[in-house]
């Protein structure tokens, strides 16, 4: 295990850091850098270099497109390239973060996603995309629809299995208690049906963090709920399998590998078990998310500082 990290009072710059989305992609972060002041060409060749991981590609533009220039220098970069499907499909997940931030309609990304999903149509990107979109704006049968399509693509799609779960997590139960909740048969059924060594094997934890998300704001609990969530039979299970998993694959390689370990890390603190919390928390270094830090209506940055603080005896 890496060394741990060291006391809060000397890791303000690192710190600083804490939920920057592109995670520990460094090559990412420093052409977002260049990207931002309008220099499109490392994007493209990182773009070039990246291939067909589907997980990758698809982190990267999505962390590319956040950037709130990113629609001006994908123009631009397609004025040069007109035929690039690179650019092309950059500009399509930056309009769907516009479309998100009010700047942009719904409409007008829907379109540019599929114009991009027909210039590369085994990239799942686009429909990654168009999986965003839905999530905010569409109904739960074009989100399905749309979830197949990525899945088509790369069965494994590490962000859109998160979005479904997540999405699923919010339905209420067709019948019987919450522990028969589909959003743990879904989870399930994805983990059983990747390789041993795929990240969705960390899936049904995602899904009894979103049920408690979503569960905790139903009932108006505070920050201190959820005990019994994480205390049941349903919760050790889960638990027990995918710290098991982690303890033999890990998956470094994998680049929103900080995601898992961040609901991992998360998930052994509300169980009560920090001394494993703490093992996570080695790894996350500073590469903290959003969520599930900010379950139940917390503030991510308080409330991921304090668990990491109190994991490792820290002062």
């Given at each position: 295990?890496?060394?741990?990290?060291?006391?809060?009072?000397?890791?303000?710059?690192?710190?600083?850091?804490?939920?920057?989305?592109?995670?520990?992609d460094?090559?990412?972060?420093?052409?977002?850098?260049?990207?931002?002041?309008?220099?499109?060409?490392?994007?493209?060749?990182?773009?070039?270099?990246?291939?067909?991981?589907?997980?990758?590609?698809?982190?990267?533009?999505?962390?590319?497109?956040?950037?709130?220039?990113?629609?001006?220098?994908?123009?631009?970069?397609?004025?040069?390239?007109?035929?690039?499907?690179?650019?092309?499909?950059?500009?399509?997940?930056?309009?769907?973060?516009?479309?998100?931030?009010?700047?942009?309609?719904?409409?007008?990304?829907?379109?540019?996603?599929?114009?991009?999903?027909?210039?590369?149509?085994?990239?799942?990107?686009?429909?990654?995309?168009?999986?965003?979109?839905?999530?905010?704006f569409g109904?739960?049968?074009?989100?399905?629809?749309?979830?197949d399509?990525?899945?088509?693509?790369?069965?494994?799609?590490?962000?859109?299995?998160?979005?479904?779960?997540?999405?699923?997590?919010?339905?209420?139960?067709?019948?019987?208690?919450?522990?028969?909740?589909?959003?743990?048969?879904?989870?399930?059924?994805?983990?059983?049906?990747?390789?041993?060594?795929s990240?969705?094997?960390?899936?049904?934890?995602?899904?009894?963090?979103?049920?408690?998300?979503?569960?905790?704001?139903?009932?108006?609990?505070?920050?201190?709920?959820?005990?019994?969530?994480?205390?049941?039979?349903?919760?050790?299970?889960?638990?027990?399998?995918?710290?098991?998993?982690?303890?033999?694959?890990?998956?470094?390689?994998?680049?929103?590998?900080?995601?898992?370990?961040?609901?991992?890390?998360?998930?052994?603190?509300?169980?009560?078990?920090?001394?494993?919390?703490?093992?996570?928390?080695?790894?996350?270094?500073?590469?903290a998310?959003?969520?599930?830090?900010?379950?139940?209506?917390?503030?991510p940055?308080?409330?991921?500082?304090?668990?990491?603080?109190?994991?490792?005896?820290?002062a």
């Amino acid at each position: 295990m890496s060394p741990p990290p060291p006391p809060l009072g000397r890791a303000r710059k690192r710190d600083a850091q804490l939920f920057d989305p592109a995670l520990c992609d460094t090559e990412l972060v420093d052409v977002r850098a260049q990207f931002t002041q309008g220099r499109w060409a490392k994007a493209r060749s990182l773009l070039v270099a990246t291939g067909d991981d589907w997980d990758r590609r698809g982190h990267r533009l999505v962390v590319l497109a956040e950037t709130p220039a990113a629609t001006a220098w994908a123009r631009e970069w397609l004025l040069a390239e007109p035929e690039s499907a690179d650019a092309v499909t950059l500009l399509a997940c930056a309009a769907v973060f516009g479309a998100l931030r009010r700047k942009g309609t719904p409409e007008a990304a829907e379109e540019a996603c599929r114009r991009a999903a027909a210039l590369l149509p085994a990239d799942p990107t686009p429909w990654l995309g168009l999986l965003l979109l839905t999530r905010a704006f569409g109904t739960e049968e074009e989100f399905s629809r749309h979830f197949d399509q990525v899945r088509a693509r790369h069965r494994e799609h590490h962000h859109a299995h998160h979005l479904m779960v997540s999405r699923l997590a919010e339905r209420a139960p067709a019948a019987g208690s919450d522990p028969l909740h589909e959003v743990y048969d879904f989870a399930a059924w994805a983990a059983e049906e990747s390789p041993a060594d795929s990240p969705l094997a960390v899936l049904p934890v995602i899904a009894h963090a979103e049920r408690y998300r979503v569960l905790a704001a139903g009932q108006g609990h505070g920050p201190d709920a959820g005990a019994e969530h994480w205390s049941g039979r349903r919760a050790r299970q889960v638990l027990r399998s995918a710290f098991d998993w982690w303890l033999e694959w890990e998956r470094e390689d994998h680049p929103r590998n900080r995601v898992d370990l961040n609901f991992l890390a998360h998930a052994k603190l509300c169980e009560g078990r920090p001394a494993e919390a703490a093992a996570l928390f080695q790894r996350i270094g500073s590469h903290a998310t959003q969520a599930p830090w900010s379950y139940p209506d917390r503030d991510p940055h308080k409330a991921f500082l304090a668990a990491r603080s109190a994991a490792l005896g820290t002062a």
